[in-house]
Protein backbone atom coordinates (compact mmCIF):
# COMPACT_ATOMS: atom_id res chain seq x y z
CA UNK A 1 0.00 0.00 0.00
CA UNK A 2 0.93 3.14 -0.89
CA UNK A 3 0.50 6.94 0.74
CA UNK A 4 0.88 10.24 -0.59
CA UNK A 5 0.19 12.74 1.96
CA UNK A 6 -0.24 16.45 0.44
CA UNK A 7 0.20 19.64 2.01
CA UNK A 8 0.23 23.56 1.15
CA UNK A 9 -3.42 24.16 -0.60
CA UNK A 10 -5.00 27.10 0.50
CA UNK A 11 -7.16 30.29 -1.09
CA UNK A 12 -4.95 33.38 -1.97
CA UNK A 13 -5.68 36.53 -3.87
CA UNK A 14 -4.28 36.78 -7.38
CA UNK A 15 -0.45 37.37 -8.04
CA UNK A 16 0.01 35.25 -4.79
CA UNK A 17 1.99 32.25 -4.40
CA UNK A 18 1.95 28.51 -2.89
CA UNK A 19 3.85 26.13 -2.08
CA UNK A 20 2.76 22.13 -2.31
CA UNK A 21 4.40 19.25 -0.69
CA UNK A 22 3.55 15.77 -1.41
CA UNK A 23 5.88 12.68 0.92
CA UNK A 24 5.40 9.38 -0.15
CA UNK A 25 5.39 6.20 1.61
CA UNK A 26 4.62 2.82 1.87
CA UNK A 27 5.24 -0.05 -1.13
CA UNK A 28 7.24 2.30 -3.68
CA UNK A 29 9.48 -0.45 -5.58
CA UNK A 30 10.15 2.20 -8.48
CA UNK A 31 9.59 5.54 -9.30
CA UNK A 32 9.74 6.52 -12.49
CA UNK A 33 8.20 10.12 -11.87
CA UNK A 34 6.19 11.62 -9.63
CA UNK A 35 4.25 14.75 -10.46
CA UNK A 36 1.10 17.32 -9.64
CA UNK A 37 -2.00 17.37 -11.84
CA UNK A 38 -5.18 19.44 -10.93
CA UNK A 39 -9.06 19.11 -11.59
CA UNK A 40 -10.80 21.94 -11.83
CA UNK A 41 -15.09 21.97 -11.20
CA UNK A 42 -16.90 20.48 -14.24
CA UNK A 43 -13.37 19.57 -15.93
CA UNK A 44 -11.06 16.51 -16.40
CA UNK A 45 -7.67 15.90 -14.10
CA UNK A 46 -5.12 17.53 -16.16
CA UNK A 47 -1.81 17.44 -15.75
CA UNK A 48 0.55 20.99 -14.54
CA UNK A 49 3.65 19.22 -13.99
CA UNK A 50 5.78 16.07 -13.70
CA UNK A 51 9.87 15.97 -12.64
CA UNK A 52 11.40 12.02 -13.27
CA UNK A 53 14.26 10.77 -11.28
CA UNK A 54 17.05 12.57 -13.56
CA UNK A 55 15.85 15.62 -12.45
CA UNK A 56 13.75 16.21 -15.98
CA UNK A 57 10.53 18.25 -15.68
CA UNK A 58 7.83 18.83 -18.06
CA UNK A 59 5.04 21.61 -17.74
CA UNK A 60 1.28 22.32 -19.27
CA UNK A 61 1.83 25.31 -20.96
CA UNK A 62 -0.88 27.22 -18.78
CA UNK A 63 1.76 27.29 -15.79
CA UNK A 64 4.85 27.47 -18.08
CA UNK A 65 6.98 30.10 -16.19
CA UNK A 66 4.87 30.75 -13.20
CA UNK A 67 5.35 27.14 -11.81
CA UNK A 68 8.38 25.05 -10.64
CA UNK A 69 8.71 21.39 -9.48
CA UNK A 70 11.00 20.38 -7.65
CA UNK A 71 12.04 16.76 -6.27
CA UNK A 72 13.86 14.65 -3.33
CA UNK A 73 13.47 11.53 -4.91
CA UNK A 74 15.57 9.82 -2.07
CA UNK A 75 13.18 11.27 0.07
CA UNK A 76 10.03 10.47 -2.04
CA UNK A 77 9.09 13.80 -1.78
CA UNK A 78 7.62 16.52 -4.56
CA UNK A 79 6.80 19.94 -4.49
CA UNK A 80 5.19 22.42 -6.55
CA UNK A 81 6.19 26.51 -5.99
CA UNK A 82 3.06 28.37 -7.73
CA UNK A 83 3.69 31.91 -7.86
CA UNK A 84 1.75 34.26 -9.52
CA UNK A 85 -1.36 32.71 -8.87
CA UNK A 86 -4.52 32.75 -10.89
CA UNK A 87 -8.16 32.65 -10.95
CA UNK A 88 -8.05 29.67 -13.35
CA UNK A 89 -5.52 27.92 -11.28
CA UNK A 90 -8.27 27.40 -8.95
CA UNK A 91 -8.76 22.90 -8.43
CA UNK A 92 -7.92 20.23 -6.55
CA UNK A 93 -4.10 19.35 -6.74
CA UNK A 94 -3.50 15.89 -7.23
CA UNK A 95 -0.15 14.33 -6.06
CA UNK A 96 1.03 11.58 -8.58
CA UNK A 97 3.80 9.08 -8.30
CA UNK A 98 4.05 6.87 -11.10
CA UNK A 99 5.57 3.12 -10.89
CA UNK A 100 5.33 2.83 -14.49
CA UNK A 101 3.71 -0.55 -13.40
CA UNK A 102 1.15 1.50 -11.38
CA UNK A 103 0.05 5.23 -10.69
CA UNK A 104 -0.51 6.17 -7.17
CA UNK A 105 -2.49 9.17 -6.28
CA UNK A 106 -2.97 11.66 -3.31
CA UNK A 107 -6.32 12.67 -1.54
CA UNK A 108 -6.17 16.04 -3.00
CA UNK A 109 -5.58 19.71 -2.07
CA UNK A 110 -8.16 22.62 -3.00
CA UNK A 111 -6.32 25.54 -4.13
CA UNK A 112 -8.68 28.69 -4.37
CA UNK A 113 -7.24 31.73 -6.12
CA UNK A 114 -9.55 34.74 -5.82
CA UNK A 115 -9.57 37.83 -8.15
Known amino acids: QVQLVESGGGVVQAGGSLRLSCSASGNIFSLHTMGWFRQAPGQARVQVAVINSEGLTTYDNSVKGRFTISGDYANKTVYLQMNTLRPDDTAVYYC?????????WGQGTQVTVSS
Open 96 to 104: NVDQGWVNN
